[in-house]
């Protein structure tokens, strides 16, 4: 069995009783859920499946003190909200009140913006949160209980603190928080299938959603619940394809597939509008949505879906290639360009190319973006 409190401590599961869930699933408040659950498959029809534990978890352990030191960054503290580039998950940039800066230049796995605009970098080291000039650890793999996560590749921080890790090759699920690590790593305990994998994120209220293809569907799971899983099928009729989502600040996932930007909450799909084309998708501080269709097309929603997009102005240069990296507590779109600058777009329309010498000939992976970012005189400022 897979379920573990503690890495290297197994659960044993037998004789649970399997069921399907649909309108009488528990709500985030239910005290009848537990996390020790196995998951079980149900008829392609029905949208939740679940299989109710018989026997409680292993006694939770605390992970030892980390062993790691602080690791300095190659610059000073930032001056002010600053932006944060991603260069091939080998290098970091920033800009800040003062500038460009490197601020680091060694191989990571992950840069992901936590509970209120903490930055986590995730090395084959452990876990580190930006603190100041330095990251400082987290969480060290080389020290039990907690070696066992060092091969997962994607986190994502809940607005509670816990750190959800995933393993894309071996299809494993993890959560730490309070000093306490839960790890399903089987398909039947958590459903999550390998060769499905698409991704992961946490919404506002805590509930961690892993993204499957169409076929397997949309699985989640709040603290405290069991594992549930929404069909593909109940999502849109006709098979799509999941392109990206992100969490909503409300609680449920924003998904964006091939025709649809659709609200995704435990029961279904919520809210969805018809949208064809569509490549990324960011929200704000304020919930509402900002969507790159086709070619320079860049479309902002209210956070119902209720009122027709309003569409910024971003023809400013080619538009081949462009991605959407980012949204700023301004409503400034960051974005990459294949000819290595990054243009910021206001929501009046004002355009900012940024072309520093520090990209040398790359293009941003991805970025992130400090509350409302960096005021607009560091951003025409001189290039270091």
């Known amino acids: 069995m897979s379920h573990r409190r503690v890495l290297g401590m197994l659960l044993s599961v037998a004789g649970a009783q399997p069921g399907c869930l649909g309108e009488g699933e528990p709500d985030d408040s239910s005290t009848l859920a537990r996390d020790d659950e196995t998951l079980l498959e149900c008829d392609e029809s029905t949208p939740y499946d679940w299989r109710q534990p018989t ?26 909200p600053a932006a944060y580039f991603n260069i091939d998950d080998q290098r970091l940039l920033r800009l800040d009140g003062e500038g460009w800066r490197e601020i680091w230049s060694s191989t990571f796995r992950a840069f992901v913006e936590g509970r209120d605009g903490e930055l986590y970098l995730h090395d084959d080291s452990g876990i580190h949160r930006l603190a100041g000039a330095a990251f400082s650890p987290v969480l060290s793999f080389d020290d039990d209980p907690a070696h066992g996560l ?13 750190l959800w890790l995933l393993d894309d090759d071996l299809a494993r699920v993890a959560r730490i928080h309070a000093g306490e690590i839960v790890e399903w790593s089987e398909p039947e305990h958590s459903g999550v299938e390998a060769h499905a994998l698409r991704g992961m994120a946490v919404d506002g209220r805590a509930r961690a959603w892993v993204v499957l293809d169409h076929r397997h569907g949309i699985l989640h799971k709040h603290p405290g619940q069991w594992w549930a ?77 209720a009122d027709e997009p309003m569409e910024l102005d971003t023809t400013a240069g080619e538009c081949k290639g462009r991605r959407l990296l980012a949204l700023d507590g301004r409503g400034r779109a960051w974005l990459s360009s294949p000819d290595q600058a990054v243009l910021v777009v206001t929501p009046e329309g004002q355009h900012h190319s940024l072309e520093p010498q520090l990209f040398a000939g790359r293009t941003p992976r991805a970025a992130f973006v400090e509350g409302v970012g960096p005021e607009l005189p560091a951003l025409v400022g001189e290039n270091r």
Not at 63 to 75: D, F, G, I, S
Request: aromatic share 6%.
């Open 55 to 80: 026997t409680p978890p292993s006694k939770a352990e605390t992970p030892r003190p980390t062993t790691l030191e602080p690791r300095p960054l190659r610059a000073e503290a930032a001056t002010g």
């Open 150 to 162: 060092a091969a997962y590749e994607q986190l994502a921080v809940g607005p509670e603190g816990a």
């Open 229 to 305: 899983r929404v069909q593909g099928t109940s999502i849109t009729p006709e098979p799509s394809e999941f392109r990206a989502w992100v969490g909503d600040r409300e609680g449920g996932l924003w998904l964006l597939t091939d025709r649809e930007l659709i609200l995704l909450v435990s029961q279904g799909p919520k809210a969805q509008r018809m949208l064809s084309g569509g490549v990324a998708l960011f929200a704000d501080l304020d919930g509402g949505l900002l969507v790159q269709g086709q070619g320079c097309s860049l479309l902002r929603f209210d956070a119902a879906l």
